[in-house]
């Protein structure tokens, strides 16, 4: 039997042929947060294929009240060097522009211990962390200021008005920008956290006051190797979310 050798390492992604067909349900079943990036840069062209595929989403209207910041080199250093020090202490860059998730107190079931068990599976199963260890966790969360290593960083914004279908909007054009991501051999991880310093990020990337900012996203090749990226999480059964109304039979 011949032996197909494989000269690809852990470092270096396997470029993705332009011909590759991907399905939907691939990308949808494939793609999963990546914690963990190689330094392979990410063409500019590439970027703005994939934003061209996410702007294909619906929107109220057709109004695509989305705006994308991205920052790459420099420009990335130097706003994550701005995020850990407002992180560090300066209370002046704190704030969020909409209420992103209750405080820590807030949360209800079932999402309280949803929000817990995937804690655990991060911190505790894939990081080693033990509850104790706050210091260690806290190491952790900083990474995401440094897009955990991605080397390329965006900031989605939308219009604040009209707020709630522009927030909706917003969503769609994130999941499509993270699964086209998938479909051309690249991963992401949607970052809350980032917006936790929103007036850093307004001033530093010049967001006018008329956008609301939304979320971080972190944009590269993942790392095969590194322990954070084999964490896999679960989903509810169909069963669990959803009613079905009306007698028909399969
Ligand atoms: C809007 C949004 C914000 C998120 N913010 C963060 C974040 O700041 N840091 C992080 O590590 N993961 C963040 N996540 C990733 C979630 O933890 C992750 O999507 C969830 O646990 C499901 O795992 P999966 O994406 O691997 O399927 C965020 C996800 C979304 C949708």
Redesign the pocket.
């Known amino acids: 039997m011949e032996t197909i050798r494989s000269n690809t390492t852990a470092t270096a992604p396997a470029p993705t042929p332009v011909a590759l067909r991907v399905t939907v349900e691939d990308v949808l079943r494939s ?3 990546v ?1 963990a990036f190689l330094p392979t840069p990410v063409p500019r062209s590439t970027v703005e294929r994939l934003l061209s595929l996410a702007a294909r989403s619906a929107s109220n209207s057709n109004c695509q009240p989305w705006q994308v910041h991205v920052v790459t080199g420099a420009a990335k250093r130097s706003l994550t060097a701005a995020l850990l020090r407002a992180h560090a202490g300066d209370d002046e860059g704190r704030g969020r522009d909409y209420p992103y998730q209750p405080e820590q107190d807030g949360w209800c079931e079932p999402f309280r211990s949803r929000r817990r068990r ?1 804690g655990e599976s991060l911190y505790r199963d894939t990081l080693g962390i033990r509850a104790d260890d706050p210091g260690a966790r806290l190491d952790h969360h900083r990474r ?1 200021y440094d897009f955990f290593g991605a080397p390329v960083g965006i900031v989605l914004t939308t219009s604040r008005h009209p707020l709630q279908s522009a927030l909706v909007d917003a969503g769609l054009f ?1 999941q499509a920008l993270m699964l086209a991501a998938r479909g051309n051999g690249l991963d992401t ?6 917006i936790d310093f929103s007036p850093v990020l307004r001033r530093h990337l010049l967001i006018p006051d008329d956008q609301l900012i939304v ?2 996203v972190a944009l590269g090749y993942a790392d095969p190797a590194h322990p954070l990226n084999h ?3 679960t989903r509810e059964p169909v069963g669990s979310f959803a009613t079905f109304h009306g007698d028909e039979a399969d």
């Open positions: 793609r999963h947060s914690r995937f995401n994130l991880c949607p970052q809350a956290s980032v979320c971080g964490l896999r999480t």
